[in-house]
């Protein structure tokens, strides 16, 4: 009793461990619970998430969706004469009417198809021939393996319009100009899909199984077939959904090389919708949310995988 | 002996086949990358520094040495490599839309990282539904750019606008979105904010997860209330995801297209009619795929335009690093790593001591448990022989 005052301060700066054996068990959880707790009013896990939290999170998310809400509102006006101001943020009984014009307008199927023909070669390209690479430079010994990954990030950062010039020329002589084939092309390969898989397999794929699969009689390609392809699903699928995005939302260079062909890509149907009715934006606004609109419904059932990419590529990139 | 000579024929060609494999496949799985790569990227590389040198005409095509013509003034009737670039530094437009770029660059990095930095403190807690918050800050990632163009350039509209409609109700002056230079800069980074800031605000999120918790602890331990820690520890923790950030947002913040494109309220954009929201690459675009009536369209210019362009990103990312490296505080990374080592230290003093005392402890309980023991011995001798029995029967 009379040793409690001296011990007080000593209590504050033991561990949980030393102080219940020193004083006993209850005090040593005791004085554990309460440091937990005060340390995790901070860390990673446990900052209790009060009203504040909650209230700011949702404004966030309202914020984000004010523009989704102008669109549809704006695309669903009776009439253009209402497509400004405040009526336009009233939503009238034209959605259905002006969704069949815009729809009609961009030749919604084609410019779907085209988009998604582009979206998903691209991507399965990317996605194969990042794996292969990234297989090889993570897993097997090579000379010149260094400089050519060094080479690879290297690439990462030459901007995009850098090339736009000269693939321009290139695609016209190819006699490629307004085809769909010249959107798909460059995007075949990708220095970032090659980064993102070569540091994915080095910590996923344990030597010990590419040597079990030698052993037992595979040839290399058989080896990256049945053991790289399969340790890889999680990061491939990461980058399929991500390249899928990239060039689905793509306007700049297929607006370029499509020249006339204007409704054989969504993003481009859209933008020269909006030349098109300039004067009448509950049509162009249909448009956009026609073209938007197969982007969120991918959204809302791989959103999770989303996340978790954008956060699983944070901490390894 | 024919059958014995092809098998061994064949052994030997298997095992070359297999040797060869062997060597040649690390070479043969990246091979496809770096040939398309070489085909898409490098050549095009090399290419645009040639036609940067070219009189180019997009629909004519190549008419030799470039010409800077009389915008150079004396000499400029001679051909040059430098042309080009001669002639598009003297362009009013060109100095124009650098302003621009850097300007909406400005806008729309700053407030972003400050707001994706709040976002992820804020995701940072343990919150119920957690992966519904997260995928509710994604969500404007998958709207094109283009189409959140046409979006905002309603909402920024000038004359009947929501944002101006709403600031006339309250008494305000409507502010020209589109007329004003910097207001147009403003509105155009808005809607690159809305596009990015959940994005960025999830890789910071990752990051700030990743940072151990007895860092955490010892800055708790050491009396550092929130703001403090954030500030002291969670910041220089986050270098190197923000020098990362940062860097990805120059580079693609510095390129900007679709977003001025769309914002124009009218046919076929190109910043404004002064140029108050031209951008270098609506300038490059301009100058050598849109040029149709004023002059003629010239792909040597546009290729001297991305050249330029591609110096100034790469200055700028330079730049960042080593602002962001100075921004967020070497020294304070350096005392945090002393920190973290005098409280490891401490610790593992007290761990000692703590150890000893228990030590003491457990002596002096053992001398009492035997002084017990001692009297408790024929007792418990003669439970343990009934135990015994039991069990035998």
């Known amino acids: 009793m009379s040793g409690q005052p001296r011990n007080a301060g000593r209590r504050n700066e033991l561990s949980g461990a030393a102080l219940s054996q020193l004083y006993g068990a209850g005090v040593g959880r005791a004085a554990t619970r309460t440091r937990r707790r005060k340390a995790l009013a901070m860390t990673s896990e446990g900052r209790r998430a009060g009203a504040g939290t909650y209230i700011v999170l949702v404004v966030t998310i309202l914020l984000f969706l004010v523009p989704l809400y102008v669109a549809v509102s704006i695309a669903s006006q009776d009439s253009s004469a209402t497509q400004y101001g405040v009526q336009a943020l009233i939503p009238g009984g034209g959605l259905w009417r002006n969704l069949v014009r815009a729809f009609g307008a961009i030749r919604f199927w084609q410019a779907l198809g085209g988009t998604f023909f582009v979206a998903t070669v691209v991507s399965l390209s990317t996605v194969f021939f990042s794996t292969l690479a990234g297989y090889s430079f993570s897993k097997l010994r090579f000379r010149g393996r260094g400089v050519l990954f060094l080479i690879v990030i290297g690439t990462m950062t030459i901007p995009q319009q850098l090339s736009v010039v000269p693939l321009y020329i290139m695609a016209n002589k190819a006699g490629l100009f307004g085809s769909l084939w010249a959107v798909v092309i460059p995007g075949l390969v990708s220095a970032f899909g090659v980064f993102w898989m070569t540091q994915y397999l080095r910590d996923a794929l344990p030597y010990e199984l590419i040597e079990a699969a030698r052993v037992d009689g595979c040839s290399m390609f058989r080896t990256f077939l049945s053991v790289a392809m399969p340790a890889a699903r999680p990061a491939a699928a990461m980058l399929f959904l991500f390249t899928f995005i990239a060039q689905w939302t793509n306007y700049f260079w297929p607006m370029l090389i499509l020249g006339p062909n204007k409704n054989s890509m969504l993003t481009v149907a859209a933008a020269a919708l909006k030349g098109a009715y300039f004067t009448d934006y509950t049509v162009v606004m249909a448009g956009v949310c026609l073209t938007t609109a197969p982007l969120l419904l991918l959204f809302f059932f791989a959103g999770k995988q989303l996340v978790s990419g954008i956060m699983a590529g944070a901490v390894k990139g | ?393």
């Open chain 2, 1 to 393: 002996m024919t059958v014995v000579q092809s098998r061994a024929a064949t052994d030997n060609w298997r095992t070359r086949l297999g040797r060869f494999e062997w060597k040649a496949s690390p070479y043969l799985y990246v091979a496809p990358f770096f040939l398309l790569f070489a085909v898409v990227g490098l050549f095009p590389l090399l290419y645009t520094m040639y036609i940067a040198t070219r009189q180019y005409n997009t629909l004519t095509g190549d008419s030799g040495v470039a010409i800077c013509g009389a915008t150079c003034g004396a000499g400029g009737a001679d051909a040059s490599i430098w042309a080009n670039f001669q002639w598009v530094l003297h362009q009013h437009s060109f100095w124009i839309a650098l302003r621009n770029s850097f300007s909406i660059f400005l806008l729309s990095t700053v407030p972003q990282m400050i707001l994706a930095l709040f976002l992820a403190w804020v995701l940072n807690a343990n919150l119920k539904a957690r992966t519904f918050w997260r995928m509710g800050v994604l969500l404007p990632y998958v709207v094109a750019p283009s189409a959140a163009g046409i979006i905002f350039s309603q909402i920024f509209s000038d004359k009947m606008g929501v944002i101006n409609v709403a600031l006339s109700a309250i008494g305000l002056q409507p502010i020209m979105w589109h007329a004003s230079a910097f207001w147009s800069h403003v509105a155009i980074a808005t809607i690159v904010n809305f596009r990015w800031t959940g994005y960025n605000s999830l890789i910071l999120l990752a990051a700030m997860q990743a940072i151990p918790d007895d860092v955490m602890e010892a800055a708790v331990v050491d009396g550092a209330g929130k703001w403090r820690t954030f500030w002291s520890v969670t910041l220089p923790m986050l270098r190197p995801t923000l020098i990362f950030v940062i860097i990805t947002s120059t580079i693609g913040g510095l390129q900007i297209f679709d977003e001025p494109q769309m914002f124009h309220n009218g046919t076929s954009g190109y910043g404004g009619p002064n140029g108050q929201y031209l951008t270098l690459s609506l300038y490059l675009w301009d100058m050598g795929f849109n040029k149709v009536t004023i002059g003629q369209p010239n792909l040597g210019r546009a290729a001297a335009v991305a050249w330029l362009l591609f110096l100034i990103i790469v200055a700028i990312a330079v730049l960042n690093f080593f602002l962001t490296q100075w921004l967020a505080a070497g020294s304070h990374a350096k005392t945090d790593r002393a920190r973290l080592a005098e409280y490891r230290d401490r610790q593992r003093r007290e761990y000692e001591s703590a150890k000893r005392a228990g030590l003491d402890a457990r002596q002096r309980a053992a001398r009492e448990r035997s002084r017990m023991d001692a009297a408790a011995a024929p007792q418990a001798g003669a439970q343990a022989g009934a135990r015994a029995e039991g069990r035998a029967s």
